[in-house]
């Protein structure tokens, strides 16, 4: 079987790591990138040289209704996500969107309610929980290895975009652009949020975009607190704001000792442990130092192949929006906000339910 994909976005991420991956996979005979589309002319027009793509549909719509797609990415700027995704699902497609899932919580349902009965699954961004680095600090967790968790702190940022004004515009911003991937990480570990609490701003006014100075209307600097329940709390340290930094992603604090997710949790450079029992930091190299960001689009290809539900699961990208955009609202009226939806914990070992069970066993419908 040799999966067709569409793309709807041919910016950078396109055109650099996914298309990488395409081509990996374009090799292996697993799948062919068949048609993409954006409305900038000359964008289309670099896909199709570059390429061989079929860049000729009219808009997202048409490109959509294309019979001969079986995936369809979604890798547009961010306010565009829910409603390209929900309408590609809705065509019967596989789904593979950047993240965040969307900008609004109302649409996000939307799109949760149509993947719980679309033949098609859907991968949300970002896919860091299948890195072998976090599969394993996962596995060590659950194997009470560290015991209980109770603390955590996290931290990911840069000095932001040159490109793409959106990026610095309403529905953009660091915490839906950074702050997700950290949030991400956590929740995987401990579960879901119970209440938020943050600072978010501006720090930047004015910004540099290909040359061109704008105003940014979006957030570029957060501090986040989340409370998980039961005394456990974390913290996010993320920004546009971060030149640089040399200091864990993730450090987990349990009852017998600590884990440090070294690099950045979407680029993992190994981990350290520390065990009370044995008295000794323990640092494990990076198992897989090439493992790309993208890789949610080889799970998801995996997934169709085999009949299998992703690890992935797009209410934990819900839930991810629910905290981010709670954050906002606690930095707007300096309040506490509790959280409620639910996610499942992450299962990377029943690969045999079938697609279809994985929609039956939890619709985020009922949170
Ligand atoms: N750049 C990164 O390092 C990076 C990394 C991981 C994820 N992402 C995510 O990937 C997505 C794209 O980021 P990017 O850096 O490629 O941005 P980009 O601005 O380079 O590309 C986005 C493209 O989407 C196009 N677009 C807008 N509306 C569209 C529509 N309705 N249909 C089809 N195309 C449309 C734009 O014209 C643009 O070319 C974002 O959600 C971003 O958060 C980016």
Redesign the pocket.
């Known amino acids: 079987m040799t999966l067709s994909i569409g793309v709807?976005?041919?910016?950078?991420?396109?055109s650099g790591?996914y298309a990488a991956l395409i081509t990996k996979l374009e090799q292996e005979g697993r799948v062919r990138l068949a048609a993409g589309?954006?409305?900038?002319p000359d964008?289309r027009t670099v896909a199709a040289d570059r390429f061989g793509i079929d860049t000729t549909a009219g808009?997202?719509e048409d490109l959509i209704g294309r019979d001969d797609l079986d995936i369809v990415l979604v890798?547009?700027?961010?306010n565009?996500?829910g409603s390209?995704a929900r309408a590609a699902l809705e065509a019967g497609k596989h789904v593979l969107v950047?993240?965040?899932m969307s900008t609004s919580l109302e649409d996000a349902r939307v799109l949760l309610e149509a993947a719980a009965v679309a033949p098609g699954q859907l991968v949300c961004?970002?896919h860091i929980v299948l890195s072998p680095t976090y599969r394993e600090m996962h596995r060590r967790v659950r194997d009470g290895e560290i015991g209980d968790l109770h603390l955590a702190r996290a931290r990911y940022g840069w000095s932001g975009?040159w490109?793409?004004r959106?990026?610095y515009e309403a529905g953009g911003g660091a915490l839906?652009?950074l702050g997700v991937y950290n949030l991400t990480s956590l929740c995987g570990f401990f579960g879901p949020v119970r209440r938020v609490t943050a600072m978010v701003g501006t720090a930047i006014p004015k910004r540099e975009i290909n040359g061109e100075f704008v105003t940014v209307r979006a957030d570029d600097n957060a501090q986040i607190t989340l409370d998980f329940g039961n005394a456990r709390f974390a913290t996010i340290t993320t920004g546009f704001t971060m030149q640089q930094y040399r200091s864990p992603a993730i450090e987990l604090y349990g009852a017998t000792g600590v884990l440090q997710l070294l690099g950045d949790d979407?680029a993992p450079n190994g981990f350290e442990q520390w065990s009370n029992e044995r008295g000794s930091w323990e640092v494990f190299g990076e198992r897989d130092p090439n493992w790309p960001?993208t890789d949610g689009l080889r799970h998801l290809v995996e997934s169709v192949e085999n009949g299998t539900p992703t690890v992935t699961r797009p209410d934990h990208a819900f839930h991810a929006l629910e905290v981010m955009l709670a954050a906002k609202r606690s930095a707007e009226e300096g309040s506490v906000i509790d959280v409620t939806s639910p996610f499942p914990d992450l299962d990377y070992d029943t690969p045999t339910r079938t697609a279809g069970d994985a929609h039956a066993n939890h619709d985020p419908r009922s949170s």
């Open positions: 709807l976005g041919l910016g950078s991420v396109f790591p589309y954006d409305p900038d964008k808009g997202p890798l547009t700027s961010m565009q996500h390209l950047e993240k965040p961004a970002p975009p490109w793409g959106w990026f839906f652009d979407w960001w």
